[in-house]
């Protein structure tokens, strides 16, 4: 049993990165009707907002000190953060130390500014053309973006620590009646997963009980009838594409403590998500989240050894072969529409 709960909590660790990029893919396709080849890319963006965040943070002055001396007797030359001189050194170490949960307020204003510039300068031009094209501009934006992360950051991955007040373990078996040491959980993957729940119940929370969000969803449903009422939907949808760009950044903030920012990062998630989406049903809010933490916890046990010993590089392929199981069976997904992808 205690195995169980362990690999489900893996699952939903995992299974919240997907279903934050999903949710963000679903609001673009939803709202705009464009397949988002460049939204790995912005779950990328979010992740180097912390790495460029903890830098800045740690830039530093360099002063002599007169009263240390190396092996040779010179003064020793002594790197002072900026942030210390300005706050105090205790302080000023606090700061550093807790960059990447501050990258999320820094992340928020840049993710939304990178959505906008995305969508009025380049994908409002592919509203009305085929997928086809959406695809191919958006997958060739998203390599031009990393190839620029590449360039500025190089290809090796990047540490980002959390803070190290986060960066135990907390004994999860002792809190569900459990042994001690039966099962030990890295804080900050719980952390992540509840960060995740927020946003996803704060995204549903404003489309549901807003008026904004009230408007988007009937825009969603009938943009034309919306757009007759003296509406300008398309604005709105334009500030859903922002907050959609906005949710896969923080995701990629808060993820990079347990996956070191590499500039190939949003590729590696963008094909789990699309398929997630499909899993879940095109233009579904709920079945992306859904299919997101299922396919999640189903990739953890497959991840098992009895699981791979048994069926070598099943980890590799469950997923994908769950999406072939449910588009043979039920072509709309999960939570799709009854129409949609069953033409």
């Known amino acids: 049993?205690?195995?169980?709960?362990?690999?489900?909590?893996?699952?939903?660790?995992?299974?919240?990165?997907?279903?934050?990029?999903?949710?963000?893919?679903?609001?673009?396709?939803?709202?705009?009707?464009?397949?988002?080849?460049?939204?790995?890319?912005?779950?990328?963006?979010?992740?180097?907002?912390?790495?460029?965040?903890?830098?800045?943070?740690?830039?530093?002055?360099?002063?002599?000190?007169e009263n240390q001396k190396d092996f040779l007797g010179n003064p020793l030359k002594v790197e002072t953060p900026y942030v210390h001189n300005w706050f105090g050194p205790e302080t000023g170490a606090a700061i550093i130390d807790w960059s990447v949960p501050l990258a999320i307020l820094f992340a928020i204003p840049i993710m939304i500014a990178v959505g906008f510039i995305m969508e009025r300068g380049l994908i409002k031009h592919f509203y009305k053309r085929p997928h086809a094209d959406q695809i191919l501009v958006t997958f060739g934006l998203a390599i031009v973006l990393q190839e620029i992360i590449k360039y500025f950051?190089?290809?090796?991955?990047?540490?980002?620590?959390?803070?190290?007040?986060?960066?135990?373990?907390?004994?999860?078996?002792?809190?569900?009646?459990?042994?001690?040491?039966?099962?030990?959980?890295?804080?900050?993957?719980?952390?992540?997963?509840?960060?995740?729940?927020?946003?996803?119940?704060?995204?549903?929370?404003?489309?549901?009980?807003?008026?904004?969000?009230?408007?988007?969803?009937?825009?969603?449903?009938?943009?034309?009838?919306?757009?007759?009422?003296?509406?300008?939907?398309?604005?709105?949808?334009?500030?859903?594409?922002?907050?959609?760009?906005?949710?896969?950044?923080?995701?990629?903030?808060?993820?990079?403590?347990?996956?070191?920012?590499?500039?190939?990062m949003g590729m590696d998630f963008l094909v789990l998500s699309f398929v997630v989406v499909v899993v879940g049903g095109?233009?579904?809010?709920?079945?992306?989240?859904a299919a997101g933490f299922l396919l999640g916890i189903l990739e953890s046990f497959a991840s098992t050894t009895w699981a791979t010993t048994t069926i070598p590089g099943i980890n590799q392929i469950i997923i994908y072969l769950v999406a072939i199981i449910i588009l043979l069976t039920r072509p709309r997904g999960l939570m799709g529409k009854k129409g949609v992808m069953e033409e």
């Open 282 to 289: 095109m233009g579904s809010l709920p079945g992306a989240v």
């Open 1 to 65: 049993m205690d195995a169980i709960i362990l690999q489900t909590l893996n699952g939903l660790d995992k299974g919240s990165a997907y279903a934050l990029i999903a949710l963000g893919l679903t609001l673009i396709f939803g709202t705009l009707g464009v397949v988002n080849f460049a939204h790995g890319a912005l779950f990328m963006i979010g992740a180097f907002c912390a790495v460029f965040l903890q830098r800045l943070l740690s830039l530093s002055t360099i002063t002599i000190d």
């Open 153 to 264: 950051y190089g290809a090796n991955p990047i540490p980002t620590p959390a803070p190290d007040a986060l960066k135990g373990a907390v004994d999860f078996g002792v809190l569900i009646g459990f042994d001690p040491n039966a099962i030990i959980y890295p804080y900050w993957r719980l952390i992540y997963f509840c960060f995740a729940a927020l946003i996803i119940g704060g995204v549903f929370a404003f489309l549901q009980f807003t008026t904004f969000g009230m408007v988007v969803r009937a825009g969603m449903a009938d943009r034309e009838t919306v757009g007759l009422l003296g509406i300008d939907i398309d604005k709105r949808f334009t500030i859903m594409f922002g907050i959609a760009a906005a949710v896969a950044g923080l995701a990629g903030v808060m993820y990079t403590p347990i996956n070191p920012p590499n500039y190939h």
